[in-house]
């Protein structure tokens, strides 16, 4: 099984700041399968990035995904009020299971 | 607009079974795979298992083989996880999320589409 982990698990930022996330893999993941959601407290989460830098439908593109391997970075280039939530890495490959990493919160400093 | 709604919140007691299910609509069901996700409070998403809507396949993660059982109804739309030998670890929301199919018919797993997710309670 992949592990996902993910750094810091808190990030205390202002708006306007710029967020960046860390996500990293026990073992290599295809840069295909590594996706990146965004949850708000009582809601189910939001797909984000799918293919480790593509944006979903409706993504603004102040949110942009990179990386390769084993490490994997989320950008928040500005953070606006409705950013602050939980995000999450996930991998999903060939081999079950498909795993989540423990989240980052970005909470308002 | 495309969209998930599943059933309601769910008390059961241990070692009962609970089934829950997710219609879909705004969308060619058979086309898409249907996932099962689950969150304990404050915890990270754990991966069930998918169910191919369009051939009835399925995959289920190892932890939950034998315990879980992801079906579907095509003439309803509806999709449906059957957990059985509940405990009280199991007292988490359920999520149902949709995923595409390749044209070599290989569910790809990013979930683009979620429910609102259930909570079932384990209490004796």
């Known amino acids: 099984e992949i592990v996902l982990t993910q750094s810091p698990g808190t990030l205390s930022l202002s708006p306007g700041e710029r967020a960046t996330l860390s996500c990293r893999a026990s073992q290599s993941v295809s840069s295909s399968y590594l996706v990146w959601y965004q949850q708000k407290p009582g809601q189910a989460p939001r797909l984000l990035i799918y293919?480790?830098?593509s944006r979903a439908t409706g993504i603004p593109d102040r949110f942009s995904g990179s990386g390769s391997g084993t490490d994997f970075t989320l950008t928040i280039s500005r953070l606006e009020p409705e950013d602050f939530a939980v995000y999450y890495c996930q991998q999903y490959g060939s081999s079950p299971p498909w795993t989540f990493g423990q989240g980052t919160k970005v909470e308002i400093k | 607009q495309v969209q998930l709604v599943q059933s309601g919140a769910e008390v059961k007691k241990p070692g009962a079974s609970v089934k829950v299910s997710c219609k879909a609509s705004?969308?060619?069901?058979?086309?898409?795979?249907m996932h099962w996700v689950r969150q304990a409070p404050g915890q990270r998403l754990e991966w069930m298992g998918w169910?191919?809507?369009?051939?009835?396949?399925?995959k289920y993660s190892q932890k939950f083989q034998g315990r879980v059982t992801i079906t579907r109804d095509t003439s309803a739309s509806t999709a449906y996880m059957e957990l059985s030998s509940l405990r009280s670890e199991d007292t988490v929301v359920y999520y149902c999320?949709?995923?595409?199919?390749?044209?070599?018919?290989?569910?790809?797993?990013?979930?683009?589409?979620w429910g609102q997710g259930t909570m079932v309670t384990v209490s004796s």
């Open positions: 999320a949709r995923t595409q199919i390749t044209i070599f018919g290989v569910v790809l797993g990013a979930f683009d589409i």
């Open positions: 293919g480790a830098s």
């Open positions: 169910i191919n809507a369009g051939n009835g396949n399925t």
């Open positions: 705004g969308y060619s069901f058979t086309s898409y795979a």
